[in-house]
């Protein structure tokens, strides 16, 4: 199973306010997935300040 | 040696929780789509080619667009254009097919979807003689590629 999103782009010619096709394309774009790491290091840092903050009032 | 803060081994292991559903739900998901781009327009053949996420490269040519050409040819404003389309392969044996530079045959069943487009009603954006309307997609289905024309066997590309 393939999936993705993106943005589409219709072009339209447009003659005397009437319009006909020009052409279609959908542009490809990688979606931002937070990595493992990345969660922990975040998780971490909030793990810290909040032990920071019952220690030290 | 004490034993550790309570508060603090909670939040540890609820970390611990957290990266392993993480983990669990990336291994999980299909192969994503992370470039490459579908084209068409009213002169040259359509473009098609895909990266993924496992750094697989597809490219076709000569693949079928099952897509209602509303507007090919003049209309007014007021219409509603569909921008979603499907894509499988072509009956036509010339077909070309790459994955990773491998010529194959393939076996595509291919979504892609986004809301239509309202002549008039969108804003679009003036692109020379032509006027361009933007909108979000989401792609989904199947793609296997097989080194023998009948297309059975064991898929060497997926």
Known sequence: MLTGSGTARLSMALEDGRYSFSSLDYNFQPDPVPE???LLLVGSGAALL???RKVHP | MGAPCPG???LVIVLAITVQVSATSAAADPVRIVGGSVSFDTGDP???SLLTSSGQLFEAEAFRLDWPATCFFQC???VAIPISIGITESEDLS????ADGVDLFPVMDLVISAQSVTLGSDIGMPNGPSVDFLRPFTFAGQLTGYTSPDRIG???ST
Do not use: D, E
């Not at chain 2, 077909?95 to 790459?98: D, L």
């Open chain 2, 76 to 78: 007014s404003p007021g």
């Open chain 1, 50 to 52: 909040w032990r920071r």
């Open chain 2, 154 to 156: 064991t898929p060497s």
């Open chain 2, 95 to 98: 077909m070309v097919f790459r």
């Open chain 1, 36 to 38: 493992p790491a990345t």
């Open chain 2, 46 to 48: 359509p473009a098609f």
């Open chain 2, 8 to 10: 603090l081994l909670r």
